[in-house]
């Protein structure tokens, strides 16, 4: 079956580092990928979207690349700041007829002043 | 803010029992989908409708219904309720369907007791 996986449960890094999370998919390969962010209790939001023929997409501190021979995306925060502190979630399209988004379980970015 | 408004932010119950979930979408937004977040599952795909029509169905119970209104705005249904039924209920809208962004509604906190 179709999965997404994001092999960090949760990640600290320092103020100002950058921050690298990453996101794999098996049995599948989309035609594109998005990132959100959530906060504790609170609804995701959308961040970017990446489709199969970009390989990378920037906005403002953050960068996605989407590498489709390693089925791998990687999803940087630069210059990172406490207030970036929140799960990411990644999420791809599942094919079929059921056009669903299939979420990742998110890793936890925690960045320390 | 998003622009998705669920009602209501909580919602305790007992077991066996019926509760509606409603959500207004985005203006504009067409699609309408129904997750489900607990701490064990992560988030994951109900049901989507658009314009008024159920598009997808992912693993939605059979205790669980929605439906789509005219003006757009959609309602959960869940009913026999168990305690595993408790967790976030979130809603999110889009343009289209497929290959858009989603915006989230802020929730509704569901506790079966």
């Known amino acids: 079956s179709q999965k997404i996986e994001q092999n960090s449960e949760a990640l600290n890094i320092q103020e100002g580092k950058t921050a690298t999370l990453t996101c794999n998919y098996t049995n599948y390969s989309p035609a594109y990928l998005q990132w959100y962010r959530q906060d504790p209790g609170r609804g995701p939001v959308f961040l970017l979207l990446?489709?199969?023929?970009?390989k990378e997409k920037r906005k403002e501190r953050l960068k996605v690349t989407f590498d489709t021979t390693l089925k791998q995306s990687l999803f940087h925060i630069t210059a990172s700041q406490p207030a970036d502190s929140a799960t990411y979630l990644c999420?791809?399209?599942?094919?079929?007829?059921?056009?669903?988004?299939?979420f990742g379980s998110g890793t936890q970015l925690t960045v320390l002043p | 803010d998003s622009g998705v408004t669920q009602t209501p932010k909580h919602l305790i119950t007992a077991t066996g029992q019926r509760v509606t979930l409603r959500c207004s979408p985005r203006?504009?937004?067409?699609?309408v989908y129904w997750y489900q977040q607990s701490l064990d599952q992560g988030l994951q795909f109900l049901i989507q409708?658009?314009?008024?029509?159920?598009?997808a169905k992912g693993n939605i119970l059979e205790r669980f219904s929605a439906q789509q209104f005219p003006d757009l705005h959609s309602e959960l249904n869940l009913s026999s309720l168990e305690l595993g039924d408790s967790a976030l209920y979130f809603c999110?809208?889009?343009?289209?369907?497929?290959?858009?962004?989603?915006?989230f509604g802020p929730g509704t906190r569901l506790t079966v007791t």
């Open positions: 990446i489709r199969e023929n970009e």
């Open positions: 409708y658009y314009n008024g029509e159920e598009r």
């Open positions: 999420a791809f399209l599942s094919s079929g007829s059921a056009r669903q988004l299939t």
């Open positions: 999110a809208s889009s343009q289209g369907q497929g290959i858009y962004e989603q915006y």
């Open positions: 203006s504009g937004d067409l699609s």
